[in-house]
C-alpha cells in the first residue's frame, strides 16, 4: 500500500495586496561612492493579488517633510558609505533604493524596532508623514524621467525608473492595513509564491522582475540558498537610470593614461578629455566638477582629492560637508579629464545594518507586528546590487535591493515519504511501549 503523512500548514489567502507603479529617481555620483523597464512575472505567472486602494498620485504633504525626507535619506547615504567604505575597492550603490526597501518594510516595524530602524535610517518624520513624503517624492522625480525634446525635433535618450513589489507566501495572512499603505504610498502590488514548496521558482520569479526592471544589469540579486521553506516576505526594489551627457566627450579625445592607486602604483586606463563651462569649486585638500546630463535637471558631481587628501576628505564627508561643497559650485572654463569605466558592486547589508543601529530587526525579539499582527516575522537578509558605466556619450546605472522576511516559528511541512523511526509512548510516565521503523511500507 501506498503510506504518506503530511501535516499542511493553514492556507489563509487573504484577498488583498496592491497596484504596481514605476517611479522614478535621481542619481548623483562621488568617485569613491555614491548617493543616490519593463514589466515583470505577471500576475498569472506570480499571483498577484490587489488592494482595493490605487496609488495616491497627489499625496497631502506637510510643508516641510519633503525636505525632511531628503536630507535624511542623505545623511543615511552618507553613513553607509562610511560604513562600507573600509571593505571594498571600487564602490557603487543606490542608497535611496536601500532606503525606499527598507521603507516599506518600517511600514511593519513596530517599538524597538521601529525606533532602531527611525534612528538608523534617519527617518525623521513619523510613520503617518514619512511614507506620503516617500510617495511625493517620487511623483516629484517622475517628471525628470520624459525624453528631451532637443531644438531640432528630436528626443534626446533619458530613462529613469523605479519600481517596488513584494512577494508574500501564499498561505500566510497580511494585515490589509500593511498592504494597502504599500500600495497607497509605493505602488508596490503582493505577489503570490509559494516559498515552501516552490523555493526555486520563487527566487527565479523575483530575480527575473528584477532583471526586467533593470534592462538586464542586475542578474541574480537573490542567490540560491538565501530563501528557503521560512521565507515569508521578500520586499524588492529596482531602480534603473539612463542619460547622455548634455555635452558628450569626444571619442576622438580619449586616449590611455595613468592613473595613480591609493597605494602608490599606477594603471593604465582610457581616460575622456574634454574642456568646456562646467559648474566647478576647489577647496582644502580637493576639487568637484560637475557634469550636467541632458535637459540640465541631473548631474553628476565628482569631487576628487589632492593626491595623499582621499582619506581625510572621506573621513569629513558629511552630510553638511557635502551641502557647502555643492553650494560652492560656479560655471567655469575646465579642462576635464576622467577615465572611462564600468563596474558592479554587490554590496552585503545584513551585518552593516546591524552595526549602524537597528540589531533588532534582525532576530527573534523584531517586532514587524504591523505586517501580519504578530511579532513572529523578522528580516534575514537586505541584498543589494549596483551597476554603473560611464563611458564618452553618458551614464548608465542600475540598482536593487531586496529585503527577505522569515517566519520564526514555522509550522513545519512533515511528509514522511523516506524511512523513518516511530514509537508508541505513555505521555504520563514517558514509558515506551512500542518502538520500531518502517523502510519499505510494502514489505
Not at 33 to 53: I, K, N, Q, V, Y
Not at 124 to 139: E, G, I, K, M, Y
Not at 394 to 412: C, D, F, P, Q
Request: hydrophobic share 45%.
Amino acid at each position: 500500500m501506498d503510506v504518506g503523512m503530511e501535516i499542511p500548514r493553514e492556507r489563509m489567502i487573504m484577498d488583498c495586496g496592491g497596484f504596481r507603479k514605476v517611479g522614478l529617481w535621481l542619481l548623483v555620483l562621488v568617485i569613491g561612492g555614491s548617493s543616490m523597464g519593463a514589466c515583470g512575472p505577471s500576475p498569472a505567472e506570480a499571483g498577484e493579488l490587489r488592494s482595493d486602494l490605487e496609488r495616491e498620485v497627489s499625496p497631502a504633504v506637510e510643508p516641510g517633510d519633503l525636505d525632511a525626507l531628503v536630507d535624511g535619506n542623505t545623511a543615511f547615504a552618507l553613513d553607509l558609505y562610511a560604513a562600507l567604505a573600509d571593505r571594498y575597492d571600487n564602490l557603487f550603490y543606490s542608497p535611496y533604493s536601500i532606503s525606499l526597501a527598507l521603507a516599506m518594510t518600517y511600514a511593519g516595524a513596530r517599538g524597538e524596532t521601529e525606533l532602531e530602524m527611525a534612528q538608523t535610517l534617519h527617518f525623521d518624520l513619523s510613520q503617518a508623514r514619512l511614507h506620503p513624503a516617500f510617495n511625493a517624492l517620487d511623483q516629484e522625480l517622475a517628471k525628470r524621467g520624459e525624453p528631451i525634446e532637443l531644438p531640432d525635433g528630436e528626443q534626446e535618450g533619458f530613462q529613469l525608473n523605479i519600481a517596488n513589489s513584494i512577494w508574500g507566501q501564499v498561505d500566510y495572512a497580511f494585515l490589509d492595513e500593511f498592504l494597502d499603505l504599500l500600495a497607497l504610498n509605493y505602488g508596490a502590488g503582493m505577489r503570490i509564491v509559494d516559498f515552501i514548496q516552490q523555493t526555486e521558482q520563487a527566487r527565479q520569479q523575483i530575480n527575473a522582475w528584477v532583471s526586467d526592471e533593470t534592462e538586464g544589469r542586475i542578474e541574480d540579486l537573490i542567490p540560491e540558498g538565501v530563501l528557503d521553506a521560512a521565507t515569508t516576505l521578500v520586499l524588492a526594489n529596482a531602480i534603473y537610470f539612463n542619460a547622455a551627457w548634455m555635452e558628450p566627450f569626444d571619442e576622438a579625445a580619449t586616449m590611455d593614461g595613468i592613473f595613480h592607486l591609493l597605494d602608490g602604483g599606477q594603471v593604465t586606463v582610457p581616460m575622456m578629455n574634454q574642456s568646456e563651462r562646467m559648474r566647478y569649486a576647489e577647496g582644502d585638500g580637493y576639487q568637484v566638477v560637475e557634469r550636467a546630463y541632458v535637459g540640465g535637471q541631473m548631474a553628476m558631481d565628482i569631487i576628487l582629492p589632492d593626491a595623499g587628501e582621499f582619506e581625510a576628505i572621506e573621513a569629513a564627508m558629511d552630510a553638511a560637508w557635502l551641502e557647502n561643497v555643492l553650494a560652492s559650485l560656479e560655471g567655469q572654463q575646465v579642462t576635464l579629464s576622467m577615465p572611462r569605466f564600468e563596474f558592479e558592486s554587490e554590496v552585503g547589508l545584513t551585518e552593516v545594518l546591524q552595526a549602524m543601529g537597528m540589531p533588532t530587526a534582525f532576530g527573534g525579539g523584531a517586532d514587524f507586528s504591523g505586517m501580519d499582527g504578530t511579532r513572529s516575522l523578522f528580516i534575514s537578509s537586505v541584498l543589494h546590487k549596483a551597476f554603473i558605466e560611464v563611458n564618452e556619450e553618458g551614464s548608465e546605472a542600475a540598482a536593487s535591493t531586496a529585503v527577505i522576511m522569515r517566519k520564526s516559528n514555522l509550522a513545519y511541512r512533515f511528509r514522511a515519504d523516506h524511512p523513518f523511526l516511530f514509537l508508541i509512548r505513555d505521555n504520563k510516565t514517558g514509558s515506551i511501549l512500542f518502538l520500531g521503523r518502517v523502510v519499505d511500507p510494502n514489505a
